[in-house]
């Protein structure tokens, strides 16, 4: 087996203002909310606030990084709900954990299915998510 059941990811990440705003206009978001700080500083949210994709796309990075670096992996299949708002300037606690593993021969690895979520410096749940990836010994 590759991987373990419990097994847990855990991360932490400040985006700035300046990072929201890059990756909102790299990826063709031109919300004001991710850039504009006086428009930002006047919606329900107070401030600037990173994209779904930009949060999600750290939370399922950690993944490939965490198996990637003892085995590989491919994501097959990840979902997200947005609970509440990524702030720029704000620590962000990042944790997934292993649900569940089935070993699978035909593809020479293991089907990994994972529970996750993603808590503000209040320790208030603001994104959760599962996961499912095959970890291999190679690609």
């Known amino acids: 087996m590759y991987v373990s059941e419990g097994e847990t990811i855990e991360h932490r990440?400040?985006?700035?203002?300046?990072?929201?705003?890059?990756?909102?206009?790299?990826s063709g978001d031109r919300n004001p909310?991710?850039?504009?700080?006086?428009?930002?500083?006047?919606?329900?949210?107070?401030?600037?606030?990173?994209?779904?994709?930009?949060?999600?796309?750290?939370?399922?990075?950690?993944?490939a990084t965490?198996?990637?670096?003892?085995?590989?992996?491919?994501g097959l299949e990840f979902a997200f709900r947005f609970l509440g708002p990524a702030r720029a300037g704000e620590e962000l606690s990042m944790e997934?954990?292993?649900?569940?593993?089935?070993p699978k021969p035909s593809l020479h690895g293991d089907i990994a299915k994972l529970t996750g979520s993603v808590r503000n410096a209040a320790g208030v749940?603001?994104?959760?998510?599962?996961?499912?990836?095959?970890?291999?010994?190679?690609?």
């Open 13 to 26: 990440v400040t985006l700035s203002a300046a990072d929201v705003s890059a990756f909102a206009h790299l």
């Open 33 to 63: 909310i991710h850039h504009d700080e006086a428009f930002a500083a006047a919606t329900r949210f107070g401030g600037i606030i990173a994209s779904g994709p930009q949060t999600a796309g750290i939370f399922m990075g950690i993944v």
């Open 66 to 74: 965490h198996f990637s670096q003892r085995n590989a992996m491919l």
């Open 96 to 102: 997934w954990r292993v649900v569940s593993v089935e």
């Open 125 to 139: 749940e603001i994104v959760s998510g599962t996961g499912t990836v095959l970890v291999v010994e190679r690609l």
